[in-house]
């Protein structure tokens, strides 16, 4: 993933408000280019990989709120999650897969351990616990990202 640590870019983030930042990593900028996010736990004193999320190395977020808002875009598919971190795992709150002008919303789990390739429009809902929703549920959830910041590799700092 991190194979140039020259073009490695890295930014630390208050998304939970644990006061401790989680990092972020990027090496690239392109339209498959995902976010890493690591996190420090206090209880095994290790850096915990979370997820990758995103494309073009960015994702909106509402600082020291755990909200997470990414977009993704595949072959006439697009979709935008909303997330928060909970336990080390990257829970998604809601999500709407927009496949051929049909609109689809869905809420449940996604944890590190069962994404197949960083990347939700990789895979049908199928290969996530994830439930179908009412479009309000989704709305709700997404009301909050008019207010959220954008990180993306342009913006990150070089790893020294």
């Not at 997330?83 to 590190?112: H, P």
Request: hydrophobic content about 30%.
């Amino acid at each position: 993933m991190y194979g140039d640590s020259k073009e490695v870019k890295y930014a630390l983030l208050n998304i939970d408000n644990d006061t401790i930042p989680e990092m972020v990593l990027a090496d690239d900028d392109t339209h498959l280019a995902s976010v890493s996010i690591f996190k420090y736990d206090v209880n095994s004193e290790q850096i915990k990989y979370i997820n990758s999320i995103g494309s073009n190395a960015g994702f909106w977020y509402i600082s020291g709120e755990n909200k997470i808002f990414a977009e993704y875009g595949n072959q006439g598919m697009y979709t935008e999650v909303s997330y928060s971190i909970v336990n080390n795992d990257m829970i998604c709150n809601a999500a709407i897969v927009s496949d051929n002008n049909k609109d689809t919303y869905y809420a449940g789990v996604e944890t590190s351990d069962n994404l197949k390739n960083e990347c939700l429009t990789y895979y049908t809902i199928a290969d996530f616990d994830l439930k179908e929703v009412s479009e309000s549920t989704y709305e709700s959830d997404f009301s909050e990202k008019t207010n959220a910041d954008y990180i993306n590799y342009k913006v990150m700092k070089y790893l020294d």
